[in-house]
C-alpha cells in the first residue's frame, strides 16, 4: 500500500515563501541599481554637451568680437586716407571757405578715428576675456569627456556583472518557487505585482506590520506566532510572517545570496 505524501506544514510553506522574498527583494534591489546607472551616465553625458554648447556660444562671440574690431580698423584705415586726401585738396584750394570745410570733414574723419580705436580696445578686451573662459571650458570639457569615457567603462562592466547577479539569482527564485505551493505562490505574485516595494511578505515587529505600520490586533499576533495559518494584513494586502521566524530565514538565506553574488 503507497504511503501518502508526507504534508508540509504552513510553518514550513511560510519559510519558503519568505526565502523566496529575500531573493526577489535582492533581486529588485539590483534592478534598481542598473536602472540608476544609465541615469547618472546620462546626466554626465548631458553636463558635458551642456559645456560644448556653452563652449561653442563663446567661440561665435569671439567671432563676432573679432568682426567688430575688424569693421572699426577698416573703418580707421578709410578714415585716414581720406584725411590724407582732404589735406591735399586743402593745399590747392583758393578760398577760405573750401579750405574750412575740407578742415570740418578731416576733424570729423579725426573723430571717427578715435571713437573706432576705443571701440576696437573694447573688442579686444572682450575678447580677451572670452579666449580665457573659452579655453578654461575646453579644459574642463576634456576632463568631463574623459570622466565619461571612465563612467561608461564602468557602467559596461557592471552591467554586465549585475546582470549574472541577477540571472543567477532569478535561478534560484525559480529553485525556491518549487517549494511552495501553487496556491501561496500565485497570492504571493499578485501581492507582490501591486506592492510598490515588491513586498509581498512581511513581519510584525513591535506589534505593527512592516508593510503598513498599522497595529495588528493581539489575537492576530497569536495566530501569526502560533505559524499554523496564513494571515493577511487587513490594511496592506501583505501575508504576515512573526519577526523571529523571518530572523532565522535571514540568516539562513542571506549567507547564500552573498555566496551567488561573490561567485557571479
Request: hydrophobic share 35%; proline share 2%; net charge negative.
Amino acid at each position: 500500500m503507497a504511503s501518502k505524501p508526507q504534508e508540509v506544514s504552513v510553518e514550513e510553506k511560510l519559510r519558503a515563501l519568505y526565502d523566496l522574498q529575500l531573493i526577489d527583494s535582492h533581486i529588485d534591489e539590483i534592478k534598481l541599481f542598473m536602472g540608476n546607472l544609465p541615469l547618472e551616465v546620462q546626466e554626465l553625458d548631458n553636463e558635458v554637451n551642456d559645456i560644448q554648447n556653452k563652449s561653442q556660444q563663446l567661440q561665435q562671440e569671439i567671432d563676432a568680437s573679432q568682426s567688430g574690431m575688424q569693421e572699426k580698423k577698416n573703418l580707421i584705415k578709410d578714415a585716414e586716407v581720406l584725411i590724407k586726401k582732404y589735406r591735399d585738396q586743402q593745399d590747392k584750394v583758393r578760398n577760405n571757405r573750401e579750405f574750412e570745410s575740407l578742415d570740418k570733414e578731416i576733424e570729423y574723419q579725426e573723430l571717427e578715428i578715435e571713437l573706432a580705436n576705443k571701440r576696437a580696445k573694447e573688442f579686444e578686451l572682450i575678447i580677451a576675456q572670452k579666449k580665457d573662459l573659452y579655453e578654461e571650458f575646453n579644459v574642463l570639457c576634456s576632463e568631463k569627456k574623459e570622466y565619461l569615457y571612465q563612467k561608461r567603462k564602468e557602467f559596461d562592466q557592471m552591467l554586465q556583472k549585475h546582470e549574472e547577479e541577477r540571472i543567477d539569482l532569478m535561478e534560484k527564485a525559480t529553485v525556491f518557487s518549487k517549494n511552495v505551493e501553487s496556491r501561496l505562490l500565485q497570492l504571493y505574485k499578485r501581492i507582490r505585482s501591486k506592492a510598490k516595494n515588491g513586498l509581498a511578505i512581511v513581519p510584525v515587529e513591535r506589534g505593527a506590520s512592516g508593510g503598513s505600520f498599522f497595529t495588528i490586533p493581539p489575537q492576530k499576533c497569536i495566530d501569526i506566532a502560533q505559524r499554523k495559518k496564513v494571515v493577511i494584513d487587513e490594511h496592506s494586502g501583505r501575508i504576515l510572517i512573526d519577526a523571529a521566524l523571518a530572523e532565522e530565514e535571514r540568516q539562513k538565506i542571506l549567507p547564500k545570496i552573498r555566496k551567488i553574488l561573490i561567485e557571479s
